[in-house]
């Protein structure tokens, strides 16, 4: 053993030279910190090695397995461990990272290529990146964060080429060139190592296979796909436009993301550029040679787990605070939204649970209900609907706003773009949205045509391509805000099909229609133009009170909105109760009755909205149990919409506020919803 260990350095420095100091240091790494996947890659070559002796076909999941050869080294595991070998690495990652790899495949016995994935770089201005790396990152290890909006074929890209010499009968191997694009260069002369230099100019493709021992591989292909990644938008500047970078996928990378999914990749900074043309411009352009690409589950940056718990205990402590009167905190917290405008309460309590959402759910067949909900504002102009639709965007963690005039189908779902003479599709708003909202506004500008194109996604939350011999499958899990103007003047007697013009099946896939309609009314006005007044006279009044320190009497701050929104709907799935679900199929089929009256919004999809509408208020409540209240709550939402065939003459959407004293009221209103339902025993 001893001679062993003291023979082992020799071999080193023979094989890598002066790195040998360098690859015994990252082999000390892997040796300590991954040990397990160590033995999980010696294991998967071990067992290929027995299928081919018996020549037996490996199954699907060991083929992937095998396929996946690759190490995940955390950076900030490296840095503890060894700070110069962490420094090699990010400064020449072309050089090291190679090293590392050779490193990795001398401890996974039998294993020949082994990729090392370079995950968490250190949150630091010269490693994490928010906008597109420059020219002067070129070389340099880096992390970007942001949204793929391509994604190109997955194809196969000859790495390298071996030639043998006609003259002195030696060998050598070309590789391609990753700035050209890949180009495959035949030598201009003889390129073998030989005791005098052979000037001779003609060679002959060698052939051969991989698993020679004397030679290398004559040609060897790798999987080869090409995305690009464009900047989030919410984190730039008004006014900026966001830069997309080309991200290049080798080996088990490809099909790591798909277009829409919000991504960190981590790896090297490269130039590229065609190959040079009389007369013409050279183009050259900065690509990401990637290293591992992170799909993340959920949008929105990281929060760290001493934040998160900090909010958790200030959001008990509100609710604890506010036991006695739990309607009023709810009503605080909806009137913190769009604070600018004045009133509007049940519009802004249904954009909160919009944002908030209800439960997914799928059962053993692979049936699924979507839980993002859908809002529709139809109003007379100056009703604030632009201006709830950006203050909605500003609250989700990752949103897309976009306005129907001029919009194509294209653009709101996806397109197929020929670059470089190749196919690839470019993700419309709804993709991008994905696990997030899209705010369209006017959205009855949308011609026709295009109507259609986003059924699917809005009931399905997935849309199917088919352009340009690609077909495939996107998600777009998304909810969607849109805002509109009525057709002409908005007639109460007639139903929203018709004062909105929209197809039954598209209105039909909408939880809440809002209709806001600017009806003359002294008292109202007057108010308004008090708080018009008011604001323009001091400007930072109406945001003066929102606080980082939620209580029943201040407004909360855009931030705790966020983080709150984001809590709830990550830690609570509420469960409905026996009386909250005699509520609701009640009130359903007490609507089925007039059906004549308000087809688009009779269908089963009316019960399903209710089901989401009351589980967003119970989530917004603080609460995993979907109670009376909630389920009241969600008939009351719904009122605003069937006006025609109310219950309650008097929900109105634009000209309401919250009740000074609003459990009271909410009371009275809870005893009357359930008296016109006949379920008096359940007060």
Not at 39 to 59: E, I, K, V
Not at 674 to 681: K, N
Request: some cysteine.
């Amino acid at each position: 053993m001893a001679a062993r260990d003291d023979a082992e350095p020799q071999q080193l420095e023979m094989q890598f030279g002066s790195d040998a100091p360098v690859v015994g240091a990252m082999r000390l790494f892997l040796q300590s910190r991954c040990v397990e996947q160590l033995a999980r890659l010696a294991a998967a070559a071990h067992a290929s090695r027995q299928q081919q002796q018996q020549q037996q076909q490996p199954s699907e999941e060991e083929e992937e397995e095998y396929k996946r050869d690759a190490i995940a080294v955390d950076m900030h595991e490296l840095i503890g461990f060894n700070h110069e070998v962490a420094t090699l690495v990010l400064e020449a990652p072309s050089r090291y990272l190679q090293l590392f790899e050779h490193a990795a495949a001398l401890e996974a016995a039998g294993t020949k290529r082994v990729a090392v994935r370079i995950e968490h770089l250190p949150s630091h201005a010269a490693c994490t990146r928010t906008r597109v790396p420059g020219a002067a990152d070129v070389g340099r290890l880096v992390s970007v964060s942001g949204t793929v909006v391509r994604t190109g074929l997955v194809k196969l890209m000859e790495t390298q080429r071996r030639y043998q010499c006609t003259r002195c009968r030696g060998s050598f191997v070309v590789h391609a060139e990753l700035e050209q694009y890949n180009h495959l260069a035949r030598p201009a002369r003889c390129l073998a190592q030989g005791a005098e230099p052979c000037q001779s100019t003609t060679f002959e493709h060698q052939q051969g296979s991989e698993e020679d021992d004397d030679a290398a591989a004559a040609a060897v292909c790798v999987d080869y796909q090409e995305i690009k990644v464009q900047e989030q938008a919410e984190r730039l500047s008004l006014g900026s436009i966001p830069r997309a970078i080309p991200v290049l996928l080798e080996g088990g990378l490809v099909d790591a993301a798909k277009s829409g999914d919000a991504v960190t990749v981590t790896g090297t900074v490269v130039w590229r550029w065609r190959a040079p043309a009389v007369g013409a411009r050279p183009d050259i352009a900065v690509a990401l040679r990637a290293c591992s690409v992170q799909v993340h589950t959920h949008a929105g940056p990281a929060v760290g787990k001493a934040s998160e718990r900090d909010a958790e205990a200030q959001f008990r402590r509100y609710w604890a605070a506010n036991a006695h009167a739990p309607v009023a905190a709810r009503n605080r917290i909806a009137a913190s939204l769009c604070c600018q405008v004045h009133g509007l309460f049940y519009a802004k309590l249904a954009v909160a649970l919009t944002l908030i959402g209800g439960v997914a759910r799928a059962d053993a067949s692979g049936l699924r209900v979507r839980g993002d909900g859908h809002l529709l504002l139809v109003g007379d102009p100056g009703t604030a609907k632009s201006q709830l639709l950006r203050h909605a965007a500003r609250l989700a963690p990752r949103a897309v706003l976009t306005t129907g005039v001029g919009s194509t189908s294209a653009g709101l779902t996806v397109s197929a773009v020929k670059d470089g003479g190749e196919w690839q599709l470019e993700a419309g708003a709804l993709v991008l949205a994905d696990r997030g909202i899209c705010c369209i506004d006017e959205f009855g500008s949308i011609r026709e045509a295009e109507k259609a194109t986003i059924l699917e996604a809005m009931e399905q939350q997935s849309i199917s391509v088919a352009k340009a011999g690609i077909v495939c499958r996107l998600n777009a899990r998304c909810s969607v805000i849109a805002a509109m103007n009525p057709k002409g003047t908005y007639d109460s007697a007639a139903s929203l099909a018709v004062n909105t013009a929209l197809p039954t099946p598209l209105l039909s896939r909408f939880d809440l229609v809002l209709v806001l309609l600017d009806s003359p009314n002294d008292a109202w006005d007057a108010h308004v133009s008090d708080f018009v007044l008011r604001s323009a006279a001091a400007p930072a009044s109406t945001s003066a009170s929102a606080s980082d320190n939620p209580t029943l009497e201040s407004l909360w701050s855009l931030d705790m909105l966020c983080a709150y929104f984001a809590y709830v709907k990550r830690t609570f799935a509420p469960q409905s109760t026996r009386a909250a679900e005699l509520v609701l199929t009640t009130y359903y089929r007490l609507q089925r009755q007039h059906d004549s009256a308000a087809a688009a919004r009779t269908t089963i999809r009316l019960l399903e909205s209710l089901i989401r509408l009351a589980q967003a208020h119970a989530r917004l409540m603080f609460r995993d149990k979907v109670l009376v209240l909630d389920a009241v709550a969600a008939v009351v939402l719904m009122e605003a919409t069937m006006l025609s065939t109310s219950l309650l003459a008097g929900v109105d959407a634009l000209h309401s506020l919250p009740p000074d004293d609003a459990d009271a009221a909410h009371a009275v209103l809870h005893d009357t919803v359930l008296d016109r339902l006949g379920l008096s025993h359940l007060k």
